[in-house]
């Protein structure tokens, strides 16, 4: 993955974010082509000229279910499966809602630094969110449980594995966060988007929440999706792993309310596909990703933050790469021609940070550390 990739003309949203000039380093997709068994796909279906309203794949839920015995070596059970026809931040939206376990006495609880989405669902769906400030300890971040425990929380939001870090949490803190849920009839909402991007050269498996939470299972819901793994976000879909019945039940009725089923038209093709013939692509994706990290440590050094396992984020200290803390994105871009995301949409505890997307074709990469390092 050396080769150049093109995006012009396609509107990709982190190229116009950018600006001219500039390399892109900021919004979470990769500048790799996707696999190919993908574009195949929807060239066979658009060749068939019925678009009309379309059935969930009826095969759908076994083959997340056999995605996730295949790469993750974890059961799940096909009824718990929702084939979601947007994307993970309107499933996460839908949820705090059907959830109905946070209120103004029992808040929703995220780690700080956490993915900033989550700050603006919450706002939308007129829940309080309380951060937690994670722990650092070494090249990693730690949860501190105790702390969530202390809010009493209805529901608990987490990326697992972590964004901006690519960290991954371990089983024993998913299973005690899920056991934290369940001791106060919460819900833990473990966003695995990032899942099945763990990278292949070290030895921990992402947890899977629902595999992971033994009797407190029934108070997870555990969001996946090909959007990350395969590059497809433009064509939003997701899927939730959802245990308990009645929850299941409750949001497909909000989802109802906004005329949304299960299911749809092109989301269905793509995953299928993705699920079915992508996993060399994925393999051949995840080598290269370690490979533009270690680049990408080597290049930055101590602005390294956390050292990252999964994905292509890189969590930085803007301080250590000589840029001016509060406009450290600002001054990046027009100092160093580079634009990454600004480390205050992360919560309080990402002020001063910088997230880097390392997700690029390694010659790309080279010359974005070199602007970036320079001084
Ligand atoms: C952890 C996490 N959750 C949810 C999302 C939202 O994805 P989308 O905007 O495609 O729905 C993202 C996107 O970056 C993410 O990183």
Same mark, same amino acid.
Request: some cysteine; glycine content about 12%.
């Given at each position: 993955?050396?080769?150049?990739? &093109?995006?012009?003309?396609?509107?990709?949203?982190?190229?116009?974010?950018?600006?001219?000039?500039?390399?892109?380093?900021?919004?979470?997709?990769?500048?790799?082509?996707?696999?190919?068994?993908?574009? =195949?796909?929807?060239?066979?279906?658009?060749?068939?000229? =019925?678009?009309?309203?379309?059935?969930?794949?009826?095969?759908?839920?076994?083959?997340?279910?056999?995605?996730?015995?295949?790469?993750?070596?974890?059961?799940? %059970?096909?009824?718990?499966?929702?084939?979601?026809?947007?994307?993970?931040?309107?499933?996460?939206?839908?949820?705090?809602?059907? =959830?109905?376990?946070?209120?103004?006495?029992?808040?929703?609880?995220?780690?700080?630094? $956490?993915?900033?989405?989550?700050?603006?669902?919450?706002?939308?769906?007129?829940?309080?969110?309380?951060?937690?400030?994670?722990?650092? $300890?070494?090249?990693?971040?730690?949860?501190?449980?105790?702390?969530?425990?202390?809010?009493?929380?209805?529901?608990?939001?987490?990326?697992?594995?972590?964004?901006?870090?690519?960290?991954?949490?371990?089983?024993? $803190? !998913?299973?005690?966060?899920?056991?934290?849920?369940?001791?106060?009839?919460?819900?833990?909402?473990? &966003?695995?988007?990032?899942? &099945? /991007?763990?990278?292949? %050269?070290?030895? #921990?498996?992402?947890?899977?929440?629902?595999? !992971?939470?033994?009797?407190?299972?029934?108070?997870?819901?555990?969001?996946?999706?090909?959007?990350?793994?395969?590059?497809?976000?433009?064509?939003?879909?997701?899927?939730?792993? !959802?245990?308990?019945?009645?929850?299941?039940?409750?949001?497909?009725?909000?989802?109802?309310?906004?005329?949304?089923?299960?299911?749809?038209?092109?989301?269905?093709?793509?995953?299928?596909?993705?699920?079915?013939?992508?996993?060399?692509?994925?393999?051949?994706?995840?080598?290269?990703?370690?490979?533009?990290?270690?680049? =990408?440590?080597?290049? /930055?050094?101590?602005?390294? !933050?956390?050292?990252?396992?999964?994905?292509?984020?890189?969590? /930085?200290?803007?301080?250590?790469?000589?840029?001016?803390?509060?406009?450290?994105?600002?001054?990046?871009?027009?100092?160093?021609?580079?634009?990454?995301? &600004?480390?205050?949409?992360?919560?309080?505890?990402?002020?001063?940070?910088?997230?880097?997307?390392?997700?690029?074709?390694?010659?790309?990469?080279?010359?974005? /550390? #070199?602007?970036?390092?320079?001084?």
């Amino acid at each position: 993955m050396s080769e150049p990739f &093109d995006r012009g003309g396609t509107g990709s949203s982190k190229w116009a974010r950018a600006g001219a000039g500039r390399i892109a380093l900021g919004l979470a997709d990769m500048d790799l082509p996707g696999p190919p068994a993908i574009g =195949a796909a929807l060239a066979a279906r658009a060749s068939h000229p =019925a678009y009309g309203y379309t059935v969930a794949d009826p095969g759908g839920r076994a083959l997340v279910a056999d995605w996730y015995r295949r790469r993750h070596g974890v059961a799940v %059970d096909p009824d718990w499966v929702l084939l979601l026809p947007f994307g993970p931040r309107t499933a996460l939206r839908l949820l705090l809602s059907a =959830a109905g376990t946070a209120g103004p006495d029992r808040p929703v609880a995220a780690a700080d630094p $956490e993915w900033g989405g989550f700050t603006a669902l919450c706002a939308a769906a007129g829940l309080p969110l309380r951060r937690v400030p994670l722990v650092r $300890e070494g090249e990693a971040y730690r949860l501190p449980l105790a702390d969530f425990a202390a809010l009493r929380p209805g529901v608990l939001l987490l990326s697992s594995p972590h964004n901006p870090s690519g960290r991954l949490w371990t089983a024993d $803190e !998913v299973r005690a966060l899920a056991g934290l849920a369940a001791e106060g009839g919460g819900l833990l909402v473990s &966003d695995e988007v990032h899942g &099945d /991007l763990v990278h292949p %050269d070290h030895g #921990q498996r992402h947890p899977v929440a629902v595999a !992971v939470a033994g009797p407190a299972a029934g108070h997870t819901v555990t969001l996946g999706s090909v959007g990350k793994t395969f590059n497809t976000s433009g064509i939003p879909s997701c899927w939730a792993l !959802v245990p308990d019945a009645p929850l299941r039940g409750r949001l497909l009725a909000e989802m109802a309310g906004y005329g949304l089923w299960e299911g749809g038209l092109l989301e269905q093709v793509v995953q299928r596909a993705a699920l079915t013939d992508g996993e060399a692509w994925l393999d051949g994706t995840l080598r290269h990703l370690a490979a533009a990290r270690d680049e =990408a440590i080597a290049a /930055l050094g101590p602005a390294v !933050v956390v050292r990252p396992q999964a994905s292509y984020l890189l969590w /930085l200290d803007a301080a250590a790469l000589g840029l001016p803390p509060e406009r450290a994105r600002e001054t990046a871009m027009t100092e160093r021609d580079v634009e990454l995301s &600004d480390g205050a949409d992360f919560g309080p505890a990402g002020r001063g940070g910088l997230r880097l997307n390392y997700a690029l074709p390694l010659p790309v990469l080279r010359t974005a /550390l #070199q602007r970036l390092t320079r001084t």
